[in-house]
């Protein structure tokens, strides 16, 4: 297949167009008033009925004439004889005629004769009072005792009473066309005794992952032949359901152009629009692009957008159609920019309220690829009073204090990665002719959504496992495990809260010690130790594989230096006997990475810690203890969730 090449790249402006041109409108639903909350209405519905249909007392106590009442006061109450009650729910039997009053309870119909009613509070029990009542008796008058009642206070007609239609009145305007409805607004409908209203159908959105390597969720996954898990099908579903649309996950779709047409022909019949991700680039495997302009209309290839640039807009069928990239965040970044507001204004929805903070960027971000920017940043409080809880709306965002200072950090990690939109609070927009923005600017960040607060604690360094049971302890910390050399780097930067190093430090770096403890680090190898292996030395002197981590790890530094020192006891340079360790320049990330290559037989041993062998029920040999280091930034040894931390970490003694 011969590579397309993309067009030329078309504007956001442009593309939010191309969209808007696009039919995403699902029709008209009539749903049961139990599933209608968060629905929008399409015409107006009146009152049928008066609400409420009676006049009902307010409160418990006695409905009466309040001309009875005139001049009462707790000195001197009005005596009335109490003729019966009337309870909630039933039909009164009695009336009020003059010189009586009938106990009543709250919300019951009120009874012929009385225009108010008095609480109990405001009344005392006057015992019996003789009366004499024709009772049907053959013709006999029989004298029976009754009760009375002291009212102490004066009322006017219509006090405590409300009267039918006082709530809505039959003919009334309930809801207007547009409206959202809430739970107040099913409150008035059950009330008007509408069971089914008619709303805009959520416009159903087909979702198409495409890729070869692609494995759902819960399946096997073939590491060594390059599959991944299906992200993007899960999180742009979750992203349409918050829009307002109905979202239709559809089988995966691999690389097959047959196959994939098929797939998409299903889901632009059977939707309003079909989002695919992947496959949208001018790769010659990637043939989404040839499908739309083929079989149905490609309105934009390439948008002047990072991430996304490779953004497909058109038509199948009578579906409409857009084109996401296929790393993970380029996906949901494009989405999130140019496709939510479509599905939301085609459900009827207002654009979600959104809170924009400004604070200082952390360092120097240079960019001049000509497009516009959407940069994933994390959010650092850095004010004067961190000790208490923050509040206030920070300007836009309910959870932040605006006396308190922001520092933003871009915590993007690639395209590729994940976790670079589940570590950010916000997006900096860059505009496409910045060339690059200095550290301590201020830019607006916009938030993911109204209710972000910025974590308790930011921490980045060493991934450890002692580490990760204290932060467990913690109320909303975050960490990033980007090794313990980036991590005093960005300490010396002001960043982070605190730094957690391990093994030995190149320099010294103004910080307060909250903390510290020790592990033990060594080789992991397969059970049983089948090698034989003994320490570094044989790592060099024999034909083994060895997985290392990466050079920002403290562990790597540990090995580095036990390389060193056997380097001098042989005589050697150390370049020579690393260059002799067969894996040694291949670092992994995580403290995990290298056993889990021992456990897949793809390494003979794996720099590692003793807790990851036995959890993995692995060998270990030991090659020395490591100290780690909790390094506080001296400017908010003050803040709460640095306090936090240290109490946890002085409770297990570890300080």
């Known amino acids: 297949m011969d590579r397309k090449e993309f067009r030329d790249l078309v504007s956001p402006e442009a593309a939010h167009e191309a969209i808007a041109s696009l039919s995403l409108e699902g029709g008209i639903d009539r749903v049961p008033l139990e599933d209608a909350r968060g629905r929008v209405l399409v015409a107006r519905l009146d009152a049928e009925l008066d609400v409420p249909g009676f006049d009902r007392a307010s409160l418990d106590g006695y409905a009466l004439r309040a001309r009875e009442t005139f001049g009462a006061d707790e000195a001197d109450p009005a005596r009335l004889e109490v003729v019966g009650e009337v309870h909630a729910g039933e039909k009164p039997d009695v009336a009020v005629a003059e010189g009586e009053a009938v106990e009543i309870s709250t919300g019951a119909v009120m009874p012929s004769g009385a225009d108010a009613m008095v609480p109990v509070e405001q009344t005392d029990d006057a015992g019996a009072v003789e009366r004499t009542d024709e009772v049907d008796t053959g013709g006999r008058t029989d004298e029976t005792d009754g009760e009375a009642v002291l009212i102490r206070t004066a009322v006017a007609p219509g006090d405590n009473v409300m009267f039918a239609g006082a709530d809505v009145a039959a003919g009334e305007r309930a809801l207007g066309p547009g409206t959202q409805v809430t739970p107040r607004d099913i409150g008035l409908l059950s009330a008007l005794g509408i069971d089914e209203v008619p709303v805009r159908a959520r416009p159903r959105v087909g979702i198409v992952s495409t890729g070869d390597e692609l494995v759902r969720p819960g399946d096997d996954l073939a590491s060594d032949r390059g599959e991944i898990y299906d992200v993007n099908s899960y999180t742009i579903a979750a992203g349409v359901e918050d829009a307002g649309g109905e979202a239709v996950l559809y089988p995966h779709a691999g690389d097959d152009r047959e196959e994939m047409e098929r797939v998409l022909r299903e889901a632009a019949e059977e939707c309003d629009l079909v989002l695919s991700s992947g496959s949208t680039s001018a790769s010659a495997v990637d043939v989404i692009y040839r499908v739309i302009e083929e079989e149905g209309e490609l309105l934009v290839h390439g948008v002047a957008v990072k991430p996304g640039k490779p953004m497909l807009v058109g038509r199948l069928a009578d579906s409409a159609y857009v084109g996401l990239p296929g790393y993970p965040v380029s996906a949901m970044m494009v989405f999130r920019t140019f496709v939510a507001p479509a599905i939301r204004e085609a459900a009827g929805l207002p654009e979600p309220e959104s809170a924009t903070v400004t604070g200082k960027l952390a360092r120097q971000e240079r960019y001049g690829e000509g497009r516009l920017r959407l940069m994933p940043v994390g959010l650092v409080e850095t004010g004067p009073d961190e000790v208490a809880p923050v509040s206030g709306d920070g300007g836009g965002s309910p959870g932040m204090d605006p006396e308190t200072d922001l520092l933003v950090y871009p915590v993007d990690k690639g395209s590729g990665a994940t976790t670079s939109l589940a570590e950010a609070d916000g997006v900096v927009s860059v505009d496409a002719d910045t060339d690059y923005l200095e550290a301590g600017e201020a830019v607006d960040v916009r938030l993911f959504s109204p209710d972000v607060r910025p974590p308790t604690l930011l921490g980045v360094g060493e991934d450890d496992p002692t580490l990760n049971q204290l932060l467990d302890r913690l109320e909303r910390p975050r960490y990033l495990s980007v090794g313990s050399r980036p991590a005093l780097r960005q300490l010396r930067e002001g960043v982070p809260d605190i730094a957690v190093v391990a093994g030995p430090l190149d320099r010294e770096v103004d910080a307060e010690a909250i903390g510290d403890w020790h592990r033990e680090w060594?080789?992991?190898?397969?059970?049983?130790?089948?090698?034989?292996?003994?320490?570094?030395?044989?790592?060099?002197?024999?034909?083994?594989?060895?997985?290392?981590?990466?050079?920002?790890?403290?562990?790597?530094?540990?090995?580095?230096r036990a390389l060193e020192d056997l380097a001098d006891d042989r005589e050697e340079s150390q370049r020579d006997l690393a260059d002799a360790v067969d894996g040694f320049d291949l670092g992994l990330r995580a403290h995990e990475s290298p056993a889990?290559?021992?456990?897949?037989?793809?390494?003979?041993?794996g720099l590692g810690l003793a807790d990851t062998a036995d959890r993995l029920d692995l060998e270990?040999?030991?090659?020395?203890?490591?100290?780690?280091?909790v390094l506080a930034n001296p400017d908010r040894t003050a803040k709460a969730g640095v306090h936090d931390l240290q109490e946890a970490i002085e409770s297990d003694g570890l300080e």
């Open 522 to 560: 060594g080789l992991v190898v397969r059970p049983g130790n089948p090698e034989e292996i003994e320490g570094v030395a044989d790592l060099i002197d024999r034909d083994l594989r060895f997985i290392n981590r990466t050079a920002d790890s403290g562990l790597r530094m540990s090995v580095e």
């Open 620 to 629: 270990f040999v030991p090659l020395g203890e490591q100290r780690i280091r």
């Open 596 to 605: 889990r290559k021992v456990i897949e037989s793809d390494a003979d041993a």
